[in-house]
């Protein structure tokens, strides 16, 4: 029966192929709805104008053309698991509108839950706090556990795996046993490191067959003579060829130089080096290892001298070459025979005998120079090289004066052999000297300076007979005569002495014997140097030129230290040009440094006397009288002085403050009220009200402030001194009244509009300064200190930001404003100081106040010595800011020494500053008005410590 046929299995399905990871294009496709990158990790989303939506993302709307395509889902209530939804959580998620990437919730995270629109409360918050301590309660009672089995686990890893020096600690503490024989006895290891690369990196080549040819033909012996040389009998040398290096043979030689130099460094009997340690270095510095390239050129040049001495045997320097070259190959006895033979060649050239001199021996340099001047004994050279050899100077001299035998004129052996002599022979030595050699002045002199006075003038008028061109000799003859008293010769020597040589030809060279007056002031003939200056100084000088040619001359003679000379320029001047006080003013300045008190009231004594209307020549007087300690005498200047210009105001004031000063008010006050009788200026009435306000007479200080405001109403230091005074006693209303009349007087004033701003600071707040301040600055453009002003208001009140930015402002109006570019420096924060300094100094480089902001940089990083030396830069820039003194002063005592104290307090007395912001407010105040430059410098000092502590720690 049959039945339908079976169904054949189906074939088995082909093996599947390996799956290759998927990999997406993501720059061509198309990013996912209202899509902004990087929003996940804190960006945010901007647009353009071609964008549409809002700049910020808002939360995602469900994408209508994706849901219109999606089949409905089905079942997706709560009781539906998420895995069995078609789409899963991200359909859901559209449906929402939640997007993962909106802004993180304090309480639910990125997770929008049941309870993303509630609020978070003060119950919420209090079962978090309750949670957390439960979280840490449940911490510390584990944390003894964990810590436990922590150090549990560290003590096993480390039993396990030990470090190397636990391993080797039981044998470190034998080292202390070792001794100093068993340390020296430890063999040193080499480096192995270098072989050792080598061999890592070497690469091994066939040898080619020539190379081996080349080296079998080198190393065997050739027992044939060449026919050409044979034909030749032997004398014909083969030039064109090559000689034959053997390779091994040179291998060998340096292993034998090796050996040498290391058995000279080691003694063979002890075993030990014995190796000089302060001459080892130097031994081997002298070592000379020679290349196969610095012999063959050795072995070429001894050839080239060889052919030279042969052809020309009589040529000095060919012998003189070739033992050098045998000197520098290391060959000395082949150098020594060579230089032989050239003196045998040349005996008549002293250079050879120079070089076979110094190439011998110290026992056999004595026989070669001996036979050298024997040759030549005409050679002083020789001769001197002789003396030099001998060990005693007796010896020496001998040697010299059997020179001096074969060479009489020669002025160096005659040198050389008086000064080994004594006094004595040294005369007898230049009497002859001068006989042999009577051209030379030197000699003369030098015998004149042994001989006694009398004989001293013979020998100079024997040496003027020879040698009547030579100035020297009357120079010479001039000192002679003032070391001996002779004071009214010395000028007419002088006088004589130009005259001789002018008719002689001779010209008279004015900087020659001004420099011959300065090397007299040295060697201590005062006298001769005054007397050169007078007969030579208006030589070949226009009348025209000599006030300004002889002050110049004069300065510059002051410069290099010859204070006489330049003292006889000014004497000579003043005796020419009697009325000119400046020159009378250029020679007391000169006393004034570098004479006595002495001198320096006699020339202005001088002075008055020739110039009775030149009133600073009068002040100089009295004052220096007065810091003397002589106020009577000071006073009795003055008198003379008034009675002499009697309309000088400058006596008045003078006057006045001499008496001011010493404490003595009521002549003070009679002086200033008969200067104001006579129609005095508005220095007059501001001196009178000065005096008032110290004796306290408020209401006298007024009258005089308004009397005088009614004759100088532009004069803005009395609206400032009123306004001063009624702010001083409360009556601030009155003292802004005060300052807007005067700024209506002196519109320009800048301290008017200062005091201006800082009362309206103190009455009504930063709001009025400020606006004083602005319209100041329109008033009075491109003025720093306004600028200044401005950004310290802001400052004190907090303001760093507008003040940063007036500070901008003000550097683009000021770019050459030292004071804000010092304040820029110090507003910015400590690391940008540097570049900051560095733009201000490259605005404005010798400004002070720039260079001491820069020197208080370096004091704030310690390095002491380049604040020292900046601080010196200011202080000499700016001498009459007293400011600057102040903090170089206190640099000093926290750096310095007393030495350095004492300079900077010194120099600062004798600057005697004016001016600077502190230095004003301390010096002008009432109960400092007589205190001297050190006390005050000291109060700044210690009101800038109370300011600012350059060393402190900064925020």
């Known amino acids: 029966m049959s039945g339908p046929a079976p169904t054949p299995p189906p074939p088995p399905p082909p093996a599947a192929a390996p799956a290759r990871p998927v990999r997406y294009d993501f720059l061509n496709s198309k990013p996912p709805p209202n899509y902004v990158a990087g929003l996940g990790r804190g960006a945010t989303g901007f647009t353009t104008r071609s964008d549409i939506g809002p700049a910020r993302a808002a939360p995602d709307l469900p994408d209508r053309s994706a849901a219109a395509a999606a089949p409905p889902a089905v079942g997706r209530g709560r ?369 004149a300076r042994l001989e006694t006075y009398d004989q001293a003038k013979k020998v100079l008028n024997k040496a003027r007979e020879k040698l009547n061109k030579e100035p020297a000799i009357w120079i010479t003859a001039a000192k002679l005569e003032e070391a001996n008293g002779n004071t009214q010769s010395v000028s007419k020597v002088i006088e004589r002495g130009i005259r001789s040589l002018q008719r002689e030809g001779l010209d008279i060279d004015r900087e020659a014997w001004l420099k011959e007056a300065e090397a007299a002031e040295r060697a201590g003939s005062v006298l001769t140097c005054q007397a050169i200056v007078k007969s030579t100084i208006g030589v070949g000088v226009d009348d025209e030129d000599r006030k300004r040619t002889w002050v110049a001359d004069a300065e510059e003679c002051k410069k290099r230290g010859s204070i006489e000379t330049a003292r006889a320029i000014y004497a000579h001047a003043l005796s020419v040009f009697v009325a000119k006080k400046s020159i009378w003013l250029k020679a007391a300045q000169l006393e004034k440094s570098h004479g006595t008190r002495e001198s320096l009231e006699a020339i202005l004594r001088k002075a008055v006397t020739y110039n009775p209307k030149a009133e600073v020549l009068w002040l100089m007087g009295a004052k220096e009288k007065w810091l003397a300690g002589d106020v009577p005498a000071a006073r009795a200047i003055l008198q003379e002085a008034y009675a002499a210009i009697p309309i000088s105001e400058e006596i008045w004031l003078a006057a006045f403050k001499l008496e001011f000063e010493n404490n003595e008010p009521e002549r003070a006050r009679m002086l200033l009220t008969k200067a104001r009788e006579r129609g005095g200026t508005e220095r007059v009435w501001m001196k009178s009200a000065i005096v008032e306000r110290e004796l306290g007479n408020v209401n006298e200080e007024r009258r005089l402030l308004e009397e005088g405001l009614k004759l100088f109403s532009s004069f803005f230091k009395l609206w ?62 491109a003025t720093p200190e306004l600028w200044l002003a401005a950004i310290r208001a802001e400052l004190r009140h907090g303001n760093k930001k507008e003040a940063d930015s007036l500070l901008a402002k003000a550097l683009q109006e000021c770019p050459t404003s030292g004071i804000l570019w010092a304040a820029a420096i110090e507003m910015v924060p400590r690391p940008q100081r540097k570049s900051k300094s560095s733009d201000a100094i490259k605005r404005c480089d010798h400004d002070p106040h720039v260079i001491a902001a820069v020197a208080k940089l370096f004091w704030h990083d310690r390095k002491v010595d380049k604040a020292r030396s900046w601080l010196n830069r200011a202080v000499t820039l700016a001498p009459d800011i007293g400011d600057f003194w102040a903090l170089y002063y206190k640099f000093e005592l926290q750096h310095g020494n007393a030495d350095t104290q004492r300079d900077v307090l010194k120099r600062c007395i004798a600057a005697e500053p004016k001016h600077g912001e502190r230095w004003q407010a301390i010096s002008k105040a009432v109960e400092n008005s007589h205190q001297p430059v050190d006390a005050i410098l000291r109060k700044v000092v210690l009101a800038l410590g109370a300011e600012e502590n350059p060393n402190a720690a900064e925020p």
């Open 79 to 447: 009781g539906k698991p998420p895995g069995e939804d078609e789409g899963g959580d991200e359909g859901g998620d559209e449906e929402k509108g939640y997007d993962e990437n909106q802004k993180f919730d304090e309480f639910e995270g990125n997770d929008a839950g049941l309870f993303s629109n509630a609020d978070y409360d003060d119950d919420d918050r209090e079962a978090d706090a309750v949670w957390e301590s439960i979280d840490q309660r449940m911490d510390l009672r584990r944390k003894d556990r964990r810590e436990a089995r922590l150090k549990q686990e560290i003590e096993k890893y480390r039993a396990s795996n030990p470090k190397i020096t636990e391993q080797f600690a039981d044998l470190k503490r034998k080292l202390a046993d070792v001794s100093v024989q068993e340390w020296e006895s430890i063999p040193e290891i080499g480096d192995y490191s270098a072989r050792n690369k080598k061999k890592r990196f070497e690469s091994f080549v066939p040898v080619p067959d020539t190379l081996l040819e080349k080296a079998r033909q080198e190393q065997e012996h050739v027992t044939a003579l060449d026919p050409k040389s044979r034909a030749a009998g032997g004398t014909e040398t083969p030039w064109a060829q090559t000689p034959v290096t053997d390779l091994t043979a040179v291998g060998e030689g340096r292993g034998t130089v090796l050996s040498l130099k290391l058995d000279r460094l080691s003694d063979s009997v002890s075993g030990l080096t014995v190796v000089d340690p302060k001459g080892y270095l130097t031994d081997l510095k002298s070592m000379k290892i020679t290349s196969d390239a610095e012999i063959s050129d050795i072995k070429k040049a001894r050839l080239l001298l060889r052919s030279v001495t042969q052809t020309n045997p009589k040529h000095p320097p060919g012998w003189i070459a070739a033992a050098r070259l045998e000197e520098v190959a290391g060959k000395l006895q082949s150098a020594r025979q060579l230089i032989q033979r050239g003196c045998e060649e040349c005996p008549k050239n002293e250079d050879v005998w120079f070089e076979a001199c110094r190439l011998a021996s110290p026992d056999e340099s004595k026989a070669v120079i001996a036979r050298g001047v024997k040759a030549i004994p005409n050679s002083v050279k020789l001769w001197l090289q002789a003396a030099k050899l001998e060990s005693s100077d007796l010896n020496k001299s001998r040697v010299l004066r059997k020179g001096l035998e074969h060479i009489p004129d020669s002025v160096r052996l005659w040198k050389a052999v008086v000064e080994l002599a004594n006094e004595e022979d040294a005369r007898m030595l230049l009497h002859r000297a001068v006989e042999c050699c009577p051209l030379h002045v030197e000699l003369w002199l030098a015998l």
């Open 720 to 781: 400032l001194m009123l306004g001063q005074m009624e702010d001083r006693i409360g009556h601030v209303g009155k003292a802004k009244e005060v300052y807007e009349n005067g700024l209506k007087h002196c519109p320009g004033c800048i301290p008017l509009w200062l005091s201006l701003a800082s009362l309206e600071e103190r009455i009504n707040g930063l709001s009025k300064s400020r606006a004083f301040l602005t319209m100041s600055r329109k008033k009075n453009p």
